[in-house]
């Protein structure tokens, strides 16, 4: 959903990397490819730039852009120019990112923006999510591709609290953050510059003070998990270098570019099972599946099978950003031309998957659920009907039994049969969906496990996957 289009249309001008030449490789057994390649390759990692509407995800994602040398001089012109055109002076450096006629217009992003930037260690894509609440699908679809987070913080007076409010993306993108599996955040507060803010150390104070023990209720170790930096992202102040003392004499904390650098996530064993869930797919002399391998390596020969329809296919060739490589890694975005299979044959949501250990295809498990914040007068009981998103899977599904509540004080399991249960619960269900999903348990495959339950356009619940039918169709 949402990511079908975005990717000829919004991908941005790549920095020219050296590029692995076709020929090179293409006589060499994948055992064979020096170890020295891939380690002279700096490490990959894809952030997710997510936060209430208007927080200046697109304008920090754009200015990241050129102050890395990416958006000349003219560009920007060009773009300061379209921008007072229709009336939106401010959202030059949005346009960077938010590359369609719609997102300009309105000055809203709609479909995930993607780029790409380099710093000393890393090579990042960014993945310029949507705020609007509208467009929490797109979102959803963006952070499950993430392996950290940039969480966006307007401090400009009253901004701030309209997107912590209940119901404020803030809050959402957060909660949904760490059930995709975004490990990390950097959460910047924004608009520093602004006449409401000024560099206030007391407004920087009293964002981080809330932003804490909220943070510390969606699951995340604020210590280790999370790191606070004051930006401007419209001026491009404490981003790629550490903001003038004269501007922000309390500062002594990195710049973003600084904290990005030093990141460190899990690494991630380029020995597992191999799962790349298929995002999008197209013709291209074979058929083409795009996504990010969640699990294990993929070298060009390989034989894998299409799940959940079980197709074997032979991999042609691997697509690494714009480089055809011979082998590819755990959390690269990929494009991987198959032969023995047709493009109408695949559907987003399927996974591309070891021949040896494939993915469970399943229309049935078992999960455990945090209830969010149901619709009015809604009652959370069997024959509860909602859209279940589950890494690039958009499915109905039906919980049709509740088996056990969980205290969420004690995380133990409660005596009492459990019917209904209401906002905050916890619970364990069984969920049912009409077709075969391709889904993992959440303490085998994280990524794979964890997913969200929508109705009416609302996240009403996170979950993970804590069992599967032992007959699952493997
Ligand atoms: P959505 O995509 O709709 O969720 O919004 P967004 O988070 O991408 O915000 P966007 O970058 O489009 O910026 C929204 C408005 O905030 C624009 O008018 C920006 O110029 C303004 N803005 C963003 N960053 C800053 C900043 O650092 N300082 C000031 N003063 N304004 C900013
Ligand atoms: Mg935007």
């Not at 901004?159 to 209940?166: K, L, N, Q, V």
């Not at 955040?185 to 409401?196: A, G, Q, R, S, Y």
């Not at 969606?218 to 998990?225: A, F, I, P, R, W």
């Not at 996504?291 to 993929?298: C, D, L, P």
């Amino acid at each position: 959903m949402g990511m079908t289009d975005e990717v000829d249309t919004k991908s941005q001008p790549v920095q020219a990397e050296p590029k692995v030449k076709d020929k090179e490789v293409a006589d060499m057994d994948c055992a064979e490819v020096p170890d020295e390649m891939e380690s002279q390759k700096k490490r990959h990692l894809n952030v997710v730039f997510i936060g209430h509407v208007d927080a200046g995800k697109s304008t920090t994602g754009g200015q990241i852009l050129f102050l890395s040398g990416q958006v000349d001089d003219r560009t920007i012109q060009k773009y300061e120019k379209e921008a007072k055109d229709k009336s939106r002076e401010s959202w030059y450096m949005a346009y960077i990112m938010d590359t369609n006629e719609e997102e300009r217009v309105k000055g809203k992003t709609v479909e995930v923006g993607r780029a790409q930037f380099e710093t000393e260690t890393t090579r990042f894509t960014i993945l310029d999510a949507p705020g609007h609440k509208s467009y929490v699908p797109n979102m959803i679809s963006g952070a499950s591709q993430a392996d950290i987070g940039v969480l966006v913080i307007s401090a400009r007076k009253g901004e701030f609290e309209t997107g912590y409010e209940r119901g404020g993306q803030t809050r959402e993108h957060v909660q949904l953050a760490k059930t995709l599996g975004v490990s990390k955040l950097l959460v910047v507060v924004n608009k520093m510059d602004d006449h409401t803010v000024n560099w206030s150390k007391e407004r920087y104070d009293e964002i981080e003070s809330k932003m804490v023990p909220f943070l510390r209720s969606s699951g995340y170790n604020v210590k280790k998990d999370v790191q606070f930096l004051p930006i401007s992202g419209l001026v491009g102040t404490n981003m790629k270098t550490r903001v003038d003392k004269n501007i922000c004499p309390w500062w002594n904390g990195p710049c973003l570019f600084e904290a990005l650098d030093s990141v460190e996530i899990p690494v991630r064993d380029p020995k597992g099972p191999y799962r790349m869930p298929v995002i999008d797919k197209f013709k291209d002399m074979g058929t083409v599946v795009m996504g990010k391998v969640e699990s294990g390596s993929i070298c060009e020969g390989d034989s894998l099978l299409v799940m959940p329809n079980k197709a074997p296919v032979k991999v042609l060739a691997v697509y690494c950003d714009e480089d055809k490589v011979r082998r590819a890694g755990p959390g690269e975005n990929l494009r991987v031309r198959l032969s023995g299979i047709e493009e109408e044959d695949i559907s987003s949501g399927f996974v591309l998957s070891s021949v040896v250990k494939p993915i469970p295809a399943v229309t049935e498990f078992t999960a455990q659920l945090q209830i969010l914040e149901l619709l009015e007068n809604a009652i959370f009981t069997a024959g509860y009907k909602a859209v279940l998103h589950i890494h690039s899977v958009v499915e109905e599904c039906e919980i049709v039994e509740l088996l056990q509540q969980i205290d969420p004080k004690t995380k133990k399991p409660m005596k009492k049969k459990v019917l209904f249960v209401k906002n905050g619960a916890v619970v364990v269900c069984r969920i049912q969906v009409n077709s075969l999903i391709c889904i993992e348990k959440f303490s085998d495959f994280p990524q794979l496990g964890r997913f969200t339950l929508r109705t009416e356009g609302k996240t009403i619940a996170v979950g993970k996957v804590t069992d599967l039918p032992s007959r699952s169709s493997a």
